[in-house]
């Protein structure tokens, strides 16, 4: 804790007293432009791989940045996907996994939760598609290459459950929402961005061209034996 707390005194001396004119700009109300949904593990910091600033992005973070289906649980992070959309307007919205993911190791092997961790293995259920697609279409990968290809596949089935959200759909519908899938290198700080050139789960608008944004360049290529591509 001390730690902490010396951390926030550093914040209110050196951050806070040097962008004071943005954080009175930010009391006023906040615009992001983008929703990003990713993992609760440690490791990963939004605002870190994306070098944004406070206000920039709305955060969804959870156990494997899994979305549940609409109507499926009266969840927070339903609520949060119908306020983003909703009240302040996002234009994007990025799922992005991670290497490593404990939720998806959790997930390969789901038996061994039900006794120790029957709240993360009733949680996984929204990722049994997941599960479904690597135990029948990736029979040949085994040790980090599956865990890989399941890290990627849950962060599609992600999108795919983001779909199924009324909100999100019709936005989709007038092309004024773009959703993204990319996945986190925690040990190279590479992101993979899903190509959707190559395949047709991702929306084809390229980051919203009117603030004058490029899609981040490629920092890594692989293609998974499902033919999907990551960038
Ligand atoms: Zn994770």
New binding site residues.
């Given amino acids: 804790m001390r730690k902490l707390l010396k951390g926030v005194h550093q914040f209110q001396t050196h951050y806070f007293s040097t962008h004071r004119e943005m954080f009175e700009q930010l009391s006023q109300g906040q615009h992001p432009r983008m929703l990003f949904i990713t993992?609760?593990?440690s490791r990963?910091d939004p605002n870190l791989i994306t070098q944004t600033e406070p206000g920039e992005l709305f955060i969804i973070r959870n156990?494997?940045?899994i979305i549940p289906p609409y109507g499926a649980l009266k969840s927070g992070e339903g609520a949060a996907i119908e306020y983003a959309i909703e009240a302040l307007g996002v234009k994007h919205i990025i799922v992005c996994?991670?290497s490593h993911?404990?939720?998806?190791k959790g997930l390969l092997q789901l038996g061994n939760l039900t006794e120790q961790m029957p709240l993360v293995y009733d949680w996984l259920k929204y990722a049994e598609a997941t599960r479904r697609i690597i135990k029948e279409h990736y029979k040949d990968y085994e040790g980090e290459a599956l865990l890989n290809a399941a890290i990627e596949e849950n962060v599609l089935t992600q999108l795919e459950n983001l779909r199924t959200y009324p909100a999100v759909h019709s936005k989709l519908y007038s092309r004024e929402l773009d959703l993204h899938a990319w996945v986190y290198k925690i040990e190279t700080g590479g992101v993979f961005v899903y190509s959707a050139e190559r395949c047709s789960i991702q929306s084809k608008h390229d980051l919203d061209e009117s603030d004058e944004r490029e899609e981040p360049a490629p920092t890594h290529y692989s293609v998974n034996s499902n033919g999907k591509t990551y960038v």
């Fill in positions: 993992c609760s593990d990963v156990v494997g940045n996994g991670h993911c404990g939720a998806i």
